[in-house]
């Protein structure tokens, strides 16, 4: 009779938890929803990068091929995710809103569930609060739908298959983690501190406790999971005969765009100095990183007793053990410098490119609040006790971290004009601009259209295609380019099919040229990127150029403006 009770206890407890549990997924779900509202395409436009991922995923849903017909430099997830998104949600700036919030709950969820398995329900629950401020943070969630973005989910995985290697020992865990990392390296190249800094004390601790045998295999295991998503994509595009141009856009024009921006070392200084402290999310990384401190006083002696095995250190240290969570936090306390190289590398310090530190800085700060319930529950009190100044630490930065939340909440919660606009996501209405409504009364749907921008959501709104397969005209001026998808192709496109429109921005907001004015001014009083003045100053370019012009003097003429959009019409 006791034990059908003490089961039937059990049986409710289970019950009880999963209850809470799905609650509290269900409520993360709706808080994504609510700090979402003020990114709402009744509010917010599709925007830059968001509206050129949408036209891709599209494009790919018509048939056309990433890279071989219509070229970008972002690896391929990043833009299957769009058609997804446009498959499920239809062809309208809603889709990609709609599959946004679905991914960041995703993630957000994700991160609950291997944090709280790790370092339990406290750890978990605040983890994912922090998960969502960061990523909603405005100056670097600017509206969403960024590779980034999607790269959120698979870091989580990451981490999550690092700490069930360490507690089962079962290689196929390092394996898993590779594929998770491979993943997230085709969703976005720079996305793989977390896999990076996982393979290493994976190997690390392999060599530590003297199992060499399986170091070799956990280090063959991971590597091959990493290589089998580069190894699809290279035989699908291969198989289609659009290797090069896949090789061109993932990985030649990478290497470039890194190589045109700022030298490395200048790069990484600026980010720590200038960049990284501009957003509030460097508040809550400064938060993980210092959480390292409590980590080391943890974990020393069990360090010490391993990296220096001397009889007398291992008589006091040896008996000590280390928990599968304090190894796998020494890889996400490895990933947080190592986000900010990889942050840096583009020498353009861009906001989004922070969202990668989020998986990383969340754990490490929930690692802060699970040595605070460690501390309340132990009973090894006193002021000469390193166990209670470690207790004092984590409470102070668990505090600083509450502040963060607590004004994250005050400056990314919605309006009330903004919480009034919710119904509209579910009837999906969205208002065409002044500048969509011209380009579709003016042209047909075969009509191409081109945007002399990266704003090639206007395609995606107005259903025009590109004459060109190179969407975004600042590609054309990277160096690296030109051998293959450069001006000398992009020419070639645009004579075979002329644009019907062409869209130009009076003053390019991002600084980009074009052959409205003389080839002398086009770069005049510094208005374009160093990239673009640059590449002004190259011969060839600069040939191409003049070509270019003179076709666009031949065969248009300013047919209007529409605020500060110059359009440009064909002339028969």
């Known amino acids: 009779m006791e034990m059908v009770t003490k089961f039937s206890r059990q049986r409710n407890t289970v019950r009880h938890t999963a209850i809470i549990m799905i609650l509290w997924i269900f409520l993360l779900a709706i808080f994504v929803l609510i700090l979402n509202l003020p990114w709402t395409p009744v509010i917010k436009g599709l925007g830059q ?36 998104a446009v498959l499920l949600f239809g062809r309208n700036p809603w889709a990609t809103w709609w599959f946004n919030l679905i991914w960041v709950a995703l993630s957000a969820i994700a991160a609950f569930l291997v944090i709280k398995k790790m370092m339990g329900l406290i750890s978990g629950t605040v983890a994912s609060v922090l998960f969502i401020l960061g990523v909603m943070s405005p100056k670097i969630f600017q ?7 999607y790269a959120l989910l698979p870091q989580v995985v990451i981490i999550g298959c690092v700490y069930r290697f360490f507690v089962t020992k079962h290689n196929h865990w390092a394996f898993l983690a590779g594929l998770v990392t491979g993943l997230a390296f085709m969703t976005k190249q720079t996305s793989i501190a977390l896999g990076i800094s996982s393979l290493f004390v994976i190997m690390l601790v392999s060599l530590l406790l003297h199992e060499f045998k399986h170091f070799w295999l956990r280090l063959a295991g991971f590597i091959a999971g990493f290589l089998i998503p580069l190894g699809v994509a290279l035989i699908n595009w291969s198989s289609v005969g659009a290797l090069n141009d896949f090789l061109d856009g993932v990985f030649i024009h990478s290497i470039s765009y890194v190589g045109a921006g700022a030298p490395f070392l200048q ?6 100095t200038r960049a990284l402290p501009v957003f509030f999310i460097s508040k809550l990384y400064y938060i993980a990183s210092l959480s390292f401190l ?65 998986p990383a800085v969340t754990t490490a700060v929930a ?28 409470i102070v930065l668990a505090l600083f971290a509450l502040a963060w939340m607590a004004r994250a909440l005050i400056d990314e919660r919605p309006s009330r004009a903004q919480v009034a606009g919710l119904p509209a996501a579910f009837t999906e209405q969205y208002e065409l601009d ?21 704003r090639v959501g206007l395609n995606f709104i107005t259903d025009r295609r590109p004459p060109q397969r190179v969407l975004f005209p600042g590609n054309l001026f990277t160096a690296a380019n030109t051998s293959r998808s450069g001006f000398s192709e992009f020419l070639k496109e645009f004579e075979k099919t002329p644009p019907m429109l062409i869209l130009v921005q009076k003053v390019s907001s991002i600084g980009l040229p074009f ?57 028969p």
């Open 49 to 84: 990068d968001r509206g050129l991922y949408a036209y891709v995923g599209n494009a790919i849903l018509h048939g056309q091929l990433p890279y071989r017909d219509v070229w970008e430099q972002k690896p391929p997830i990043g833009l299957y995710l769009n058609a997804l």
């Open 143 to 149: 509206g969403g739908n960024l590779m980034e973005i």
């Open 267 to 272: 790069s990484l200084f600026n980010t720590l």
């Open 294 to 358: 409590l980590y080391v006083i943890t974990n020393l002696p069990w360090l010490i007793g391993r990296l220096f095995p001397n009889r007398i250190i291992r008589k006091i240290v040896a008996y000590i053990p280390i928990s599968p969570v304090e190894l796998t936090m020494l890889a996400v306390f490895i990933a947080l410098p190592l986000e900010i190289v990889f942050a840096s590398l583009g020498g353009r310090n861009f906001g989004h490119y922070f969202l990668s530190l989020i």
């Open 367 to 394: 690692y802060s609040f699970f040595k605070v319930v460690a501390f309340l529950r132990s009973p090894r009190f006193g002021g000469t006790n390193p166990h209670t100044w470690m207790g004092v630490v984590g």
């Open 434 to 454: 002044d500048l969509d409504k011209y380009i579709i009364a003016t042209t047909q749907p075969t009509d191409p259209v081109m945007v002399w921008d990266i």
């Open 515 to 571: 052959v409205n004015v003389p080839l002398e001014q086009m770069c005049s009083n510094g208005s374009c990127m160093d990239d673009y003045a640059l590449a002004l100053k190259s011969p060839d370019i600069d040939a191409e150029l003049q070509q270019f012009r003179q076709y666009f003097l031949d065969h248009y003429s300013l047919d209007n403006q529409i605020n500060d959009w110059l359009i440009y019409r064909h002339i």
